[in-house]
C-alpha cells in the first residue's frame, strides 16, 4: 500500500499496485489498527468505512453511497478506501435468506473495485484495503478482486513481549516482573486479550488497598493512595480471570484458509 506512493515511478505495467488488500484473521490482532497506520504513513486522502456508514433503508440509496464513495476517491486521488468488517457487506452472493437490495449492493461493489485502478496515471491510484474476521464468507468474486490476502495472526513471543511493554509503559511494575516468562504465559493470547490482561493486573493493588474499607474510607482515597507497584502475582490472577477470546479451532480455519487463498 505504501510503497507505489512513495516510488510511482517503479510501480507501473506488470508491477502496477494491487488493486485491493485483504487483512484477515482471528479477532483482535489489530487488523483496523494496522489501516490506521498505513493512513499515517500514506499521507494520503483516507477514507474508513463500514457496512453502517453504506446502508439505506431506501431503495437505490445504498448503490448511490457506493458510486459516490469510489467518485470522491477517484476525485482526491491517490486514496485509500479501507472497509473493516467486509464480511458484512459482501457474504456469497446465492446465499438463503439473501435480499435482492443486499446482491445490488455487493454488485456495486464489484463494478467499483474494477474500475478504481482502471488509469494508468499514478496520481490517480485507488487502493483498497479491507479487513475480515471471516474470510470465508468473502463472495468469490470480491475475494479474486482482493489480489493481496495477507494473514494478520496471534503475536507470538517477541511481539507478546513488546505489547507487555506499550501497555505497562505508565504505571510502575515491580521487580519480580519477568516480561519473557509472563509473554510466554500469554501463549494463544491475541493483542486486545493482553491489553486486557493488563488493565486487570493494574487494578490488583487497588482491589487490595480498598478491601474492606466502607465507602465513605473509599471515597476519601486518592491515587497516590491507591499507588503500588504491578507483581507477578498480579498478572497471575489476571490470566486466571481472563480466558483468551480466540479458541484453537478459531486459528485452524484461519490457517486453513490462508493456505489455501492466502497471498502473502
Known sequence: VVLPLWMP?????????????????????????????????????FF???SSTLASKY?????????????????????????DEIDSL???RGKDGEYESSRRVKSEILTQLDGCTSSDESDKKVMVLAAT???????????????KRIYI?????DERKELLKINLKEVEVSDDLEMTSLADKLEGHSGDDITNVCRDASMNGMRRKIAGKRPEEIRRM?????AEPITMADFVQATNRISPSVSKEDIKKHEQWR???GSC
Open 9 to 45: 515511478d517503479y510501480f507501473k505495467g506488470i508491477r502496477r499496485p494491487w488493486k485491493g488488500v485483504l487483512m484477515f484473521g482471528p479477532p483482535g490482532t489489530g487488523k483496523t489498527m494496522l489501516a490506521k497506520a498505513v493512513a499515517t504513513e500514506c499521507g494520503t486522502t
Open 48 to 50: 474508513n468505512v463500514s
Open 59 to 83: 431503495r437505490g440509496e445504498s448503490e448511490k453511497m457506493v458510486r459516490c464513495l469510489f467518485e470522491m476517491a477517484r476525485q482526491n486521488a491517490p486514496s485509500t478506501i479501507f472497509i
Open 90 to 92: 459482501c457474504t456469497s
Open 133 to 147: 474476521n471471516f474470510p470465508w464468507d468473502l463472495d468469490e468474486a470480491l475475494r479474486r478482486r482482493l489480489e
Open 153 to 157: 495472526p496471534l503475536p507470538g513471543l
Open 222 to 226: 486518592g491515587a497516590e493512595d491507591m
Open 259 to 261: 493456505d489455501e487463498y
